[in-house]
């Protein structure tokens, strides 16, 4: 489409502001330039002037300096044209072109003349100033000076007039070209003055600009504004809505126009009204067509989540048997001991190491307990879960000595690294080594025999308006997750075990614990690399109303079985 096509496409305000807009805008900008080039103009000037005085002056108090060659004199003379910033080099040289002295550095092989320049301070021809350029695009002003001899000569016709004459003697001042000054003076200051009267110029002709079309902006609206509102209207009827009135209430043109679309929004209406009438009938029958289909989806819904309650039940006796593995598991080697040991038990030499072992009989015990409790919330309703402060470590030191020997059997290497200086947080211990647990037995189905599986404890300090937290890694290197699966991970029942290996609750399971402690879990996997879980725990005390120890943990199913 031409450029002509999409102007005529535009609403009536573009076509309005967009001409006046643009016209304004070229006027400003025109205004503008030529404004920055004048003030420009002046900048040089003035700098060009100052650097003129200086080296006039300069050429002045230099005559006795280059008649003598005295570059101590001279040295102090430019040493005064050192104190100011522009001057970038300054030399004096003698008749013959040798440099005396000289403030500043000057390689002539990387300049170019530029174009010269129009001095308008009264002087001699020989003060030659013009712009040169060095190759690195930086622009100086280039002057030069001489310095010349002034020597009175008596006229000779009066050389033998008495003394009362010598007020009436001629003297004769002859002149001679003794050196010349060189100075070059910097415009990168000037250039700077000149690129911030360009920004405030932009800036001022920016606003301007804003202020401007705002301004047509609302002389616009008050043309096109019930145009706009006529042809609302007109979309809202032409979907169907004939409850539509256009409110207007101007006698022009549009106002008639107005209410004649009025009229015609009534005649639609009527129209419409008899038409239902007819399909009254068959409205009737779909309506009762539509409860029937109800309520089959209803039953099939109660069938389904019959169904969801049998997997509940499997799910339960898979969470319970990671933990009583464990029991069962030292529960032997404790009998096995005793019977090894009858003779010397009665000396209670591994009396402690009984105790101990009995004592994590007691933990998984209750673990199992947790389960059925947290099952028992998730088909009932909310109960209060009690929040202690725990170190982190600890729990996952107990919760690895629980899944050790099982990694152990399926030639698993476990490596731990956790971070001794941990703060610690608030928690459930008991429902914190579930979502360990559940993780790091995940981790071993997924890992071959002769892997590795890591488990990190770091700290996240505070940043900001984050408080900091603890970040939990367990990683593997077992088969991955593949994409399609990666976002369906935590939600309940989906799993990619084998029938009976698996009911897909575990990590929504740890999910909502997680969550329910202020955390959050991350999961990145590749698929034939490994799996990586974060399990992001928050330093800071969490707001619980009335009892601050307390929090409410709703919908959460125990379990030990991911996907």
Known sequence: MSLLGKIKNCGLRTKFILPVSTMLT????????????????????????????????????AESGVLFESKYELDELLAILSQFEAVK?????????????????????????????????VHDDKCCPYYIETDARQEYIELHHPVVSR?????????????GLEGSVAHELVTEEIGSIRLILSLEKVNKSIAEASRT???????????????????????????KMLVQVTDQVSRGDLNQQVQISQHDEIGHLANTFNKMIESLKHSRNEIERYNRTLEEKIVERTKELDQAQAQLIQSEKMGAIGQLAAGVAHELNNPLGGILGYAQ???EKMRKNKEAYAEHKDLDKYMRYLADIETQTRRCKDIVQNLLRFSRASHATMLEEIDINKVLNDTITFVEHQ??????????????????????????????????????????????IKVISRYSPAVGEFGGAVELLF??????????????????FFTTKEVGKGTGLGLSVSYGIIKSHGGEIKIDSTVGQGTTFSVILPVQKQSRGSDKRNTTLMGKVPGNTNV
Do not use: C
């Not at 330039?33 to 200086?54: K, N, P």
């Not at 020597?151 to 003394?163: A, I, S």
């Not at 932009?202 to 019930?226: D, K, N």
């Open 26 to 61: 070229i006027s400003i900008l025109i205004i503008s330039v030529y404004l920055i080039d004048r003030q420009a103009e002046s900048f040089r000037r003035e700098l060009q002037t100052s650097g003129e005085t200086m080296i006039r002056i300069t050429a002045m108090n």
């Open 89 to 121: 080099y300054a030399a004096i040289s003698n008749k013959e072109g040798t440099v005396l002295s000289r403030i500043g550095e000057w390689d002539e092989r990387n300049t170019k003349v530029k174009r010269g320049l129009a001095s308008e301070v």
């Open 151 to 163: 020597k009175e000569k008596l006229n000779r016709e009066n050389l033998g007039l008495t003394g």
């Open 201 to 227: 110029a932009t800036v001022l002709t920016v606003v301007i600009l804003v202020l401007a079309i705002l301004i047509l902006a609302f002389f616009a609206r008050a043309v096109t504004g019930p145009i």
């Open 333 to 335: 080697f404790t009998l």
């Open 407 to 452: 990694l152990h059997m399926n030639q698993i290497e476990l490596k731990v690294a956790l971070d001794p200086n941990l703060p610690t947080i608030e928690g459930n211990v008991g429902q914190l080594q579930q979502v360990f647990t559940n993780l790091i037995i995940n981790a071993m189905h997924a890992s071959t025999a002769e892997s590795e």
């Open 475 to 492: 990683i593997d290197q077992g088969i991955g997750i593949p994409p399609e699966n990666l976002k369906k991970i935590f939600e309940p």
